[in-house]
């Protein structure tokens, strides 16, 4: 069964642009979720997406955004982009998101902003 | 809210010796807690998980114990190898919440 794929795995922007990120679950899961990681706040959540519902928001400001397709894919956006937006983003997959699945990482997509 | 603290880094050990990553956590409920490992250039791959109390999560010749009473997960193998040299992190998540992280803990394994 294939992995979590992220695309693309490497951008460079530069500050006020906007960027999109996606991401593909492994087959037959449902829960998205999004996780920023920086070497001085660590692994963040952005924001959980399940049967194309936002079911959970991490503490993050209005531009940044996602959504999830029919068939589980999902994007994140991020608006007006910041230098503090470089980031490891990790895009995570499992079957209903509960508390006792397992979520399966991606390789993420490393965002450089200048 | 749920937190976890772990071990702080980096850890630096020779080949063949025994390993003990310290996590603790501070959750309202019953948590499900995992252990993570990132190897450079990575994303994170599942390494052990326990979803009850006493449960043993293991793999690869590691293990943890969910100890409800000390609420902790500590991480130990036995015998570590140049190729455990990553990043680990501790997790918790419960109901339908996010995974709350530790701040990972830099092992290096020295042949």
């Known amino acids: 069964k294939a992995g979590v794929t992220q695309t693309p795995r490497y951008l460079i922007k530069t500050r006020g642009q906007q960027v999109t990120l996606s991401c593909s679950p492994i087959?037959?899961?449902?829960?998205v979720s999004w996780y920023q990681q920086t070497p001085g706040q660590g692994l963040q959540f952005l924001f959980e997406?399940?049967?194309?519902?936002?079911?959970n928001k991490g503490n993050f400001p209005g531009r940044f955004s996602g959504r999830q397709f029919s068939n589980s894919r999902s994007e994140m956006n991020v608006s007006t982009l910041e230098l503090g937006d470089s980031a490891l983003y990790l895009c995570?997959?499992?079957?209903?998101?509960?508390?006792?699945?397992?979520?399966?990482f991606g390789p993420g997509t490393r965002l450089t902003v200048l | 809210g749920d937190s976890v603290t772990q071990m702080e880094g980096p850890v630096t050990l020779s080949e063949e010796a025994f390993l003990t990553i310290n996590c603790t956590y501070t959750?309202?409920?019953?948590?499900?807690l995992f252990w993570y490992v990132q190897y450079p250039g990575e994303g994170l791959q599942l390494l052990l998980k326990?979803?009850?109390?006493?449960d043993k999560g293991s793999n690869k010749g590691f293990e943890a114990t969910y100890r409800k009473e000390t609420t902790s997960f500590h991480l130990e193998k036995g015998s570590v190898q140049v190729s455990d040299s990553a990043v680990y992190f501790c997790?918790?998540?419960?109901?339908?919440?996010?995974?709350?992280f530790g701040t990972g803990t830099r092992l290096t394994i020295i042949p």
């Open positions: 326990a979803t009850k109390a006493d």
């Open positions: 995570a997959s499992s079957l209903q998101g509960t508390g006792g699945d397992t979520q399966y």
């Open positions: 997790a918790l998540a419960q109901g339908n919440e996010k995974l709350t």
């Open positions: 087959s037959g899961h449902r829960s």
């Open positions: 997406y399940f049967s194309e519902t936002q079911r």
């Open positions: 959750a309202t409920g019953y948590p499900s």
